[in-house]
């Protein structure tokens, strides 16, 4: 399986604080992908990173890829209280066409 | 603004009927999947449409789960007969093109099985 496995499990910070997750795959990919998903909702795209990429940002996201290492991090900075959710890592395999969904981390910012 | 619906938002039923739950995907997006998300398993890939040909339901135990799109504006995911281990948040969600992007996920279809 090539199943993402997110680390922590869960984080609580206090709002302003950063937040750091890390997600680690299996096989070699195309693209890997965050997504958020607040309680009882489904998941919202965040950010999409190449294999051939190594950094991106957006907003207060920035997201890694290390493809030696088969990881990738996602960084919320100044977190809020609006960022408490759960944040997921999506993997393709390369030559598939699905992605598959790592475990999750449980995000709280306490306000 | 364009969102994926799914009806109904909550079900629940009695252990052998029959479950049907309805997506509509967002105008113009030609790729639909059907997750399931457990607290247990997570969330797992059930089948998965391009241009309304069903790509790969690997994911679907085939005996008693079935998925169609009979129309590009309508995607549905059929349990007969629904067992209490089905229960679970059932998500849809739509893209577009050829390579895979961004996925815009549904409310999600809660479904208690007892």
């Known amino acids: 399986s090539q199943q993402g496995e997110e680390d922590p499990q869960a984080l609580s910070i206090q709002e302003g604080e950063n937040a750091t997750m890390n997600c680690s795959y299996k096989?070699?990919?195309?693209?890997l992908q965050w997504y958020r998903q607040n309680s009882g909702r489904g998941l919202v795209h965040l950010i999409l990173i190449r294999s051939n990429e190594r950094e991106k940002h957006s907003g207060r996201l920035r997201v890694t890829l290390d493809t030696s290492k088969k990881s990738s991090s996602l960084l919320i900075t100044a977190s809020r209280a609006a960022d408490t959710a759960s944040y997921f890592c999506?993997?393709?395999?390369?030559?598939?066409?699905?992605?598959?969904f790592g475990t999750g981390t449980r995000l709280k910012v306490l306000a | 603004d364009a969102r994926v619906t799914q009806t109904p938002r909550h079900k629940v039923t009695e252990m052998g009927q029959e479950v049907t739950m309805r997506c509509q995907p967002i105008l113009g997006h030609n790729t639909v999947f059907w997750y399931r998300q457990t607290m247990m398993q997570g969330l797992e890939l059930l089948a998965y449409?391009?241009?309304?040909?069903?790509?790969?339901d690997s994911g679907m135990p085939k005996d008693r789960f079935s998925a169609e799109m009979p129309d590009a504006t309508l995607a549905t995911l059929k349990i007969q007969p629904s067992e209490p281990r089905d229960s679970a948040v059932y998500f849809c969600?739509?893209?577009?093109?050829?390579?895979?992007?961004?996925?815009?996920f549904g409310p999600g279809t809660r479904l208690t099985v007892l």
């Open positions: 969600a739509s893209g577009e093109g050829q390579a895979l992007g961004e996925q815009f």
């Open positions: 096989t070699s990919i195309n693209n």
């Open positions: 999506a993997t393709d395999g390369a030559g598939t066409y699905k992605y598959i």
């Open positions: 449409f391009r241009n309304r040909a069903p790509l790969d």
